[in-house]
């Protein structure tokens, strides 16, 4: 008798590429099609939206736990604006090209939003669309003959880079939270950025500077 698959195998081996949603250039996995897919295929499969954190430096960041066939795994986004910063409760502005731009304060509708994206990285710890974040466009086991769409990439970390309204806001929060150390902040960090180890190195000096 056929062992049956996996959860992994068979929401892994499933062609996402039709369903995915463009803004900039960013693309998302739609995830009302996300969720219907995974609850075809695993019918006991349940989500919760946990409690949505906020930092004043460092903004919102929301948590999803899905369980499927009794594994339960842990996902976190954190709430962005059009320029994939992160969003505050109060207004504020960053630098473009074209001058600086004012972004208003976050809202519910933000918030919900991001929660719901935070659910579709959640389903691809799982396996659905997962291929997408190692940056290949065919699940595995498929060939480029059945291809109907071109790589995309959903979305992801943020880069922590230098100079960025975003590396401000981490060295200013660092600068009043050095007491939990440098395993915690680069914990807290990893939730919602990428960070080069020459960053890591610098972030640990700062957070052992007097």
């Known amino acids: 008798m056929e062992n049956k698959k996996s959860v992994f195998e068979r929401l892994s081996a499933i062609n996402v ?76 502005s960053y630098s473009t090209r074209f001058g600086d731009k004012q972004v208003e304060p976050a809202t519910t509708f ?43 990439v959903p979305d992801e970390l943020m880069d922590l880079m230098k100079g960025t309204i975003n590396w401000d806001s981490v060295v200013s929060y660092i600068s009043t939270n050095k007491g939990l150390g440098f395993e915690k902040i680069s914990s807290q960090l990893a939730r919602k950025y990428k960070v080069s180890p020459a960053l890591k190195k610098e972030i640990e000096t700062l957070i052992n500077s007097k």
């Open 17 to 92: 590429n039709e369903h995915v949603e463009k803004k900039k250039e960013l693309k998302y996995l739609s995830w009302a099609w996300a969720w219907s897919v995974t609850k075809k295929e695993c019918p006991d499969a349940t989500y919760k939206a946990l409690e949505t954190e906020y930092d004043e430096e460092l903004g919102f960041m929301c948590h999803t736990t899905v369980t499927i066939e009794g594994e339960t795994l842990e996902m976190w986004l954190p709430v962005m604006d059009g320029a994939n910063k992160s969003m505050l409760k109060k207004s504020y």
């Open 110 to 152: 933000d918030i919900n939003k991001t929660i719901m994206r935070c659910l579709v990285k959640n389903l691809a710890m799982f396996g659905l669309g997962i291929y997408i974040y190692a940056n290949e466009d065919l699940p595995e086991g498929e060939t480029t003959a059945t291809k109907k769409a071109p790589t995309v």
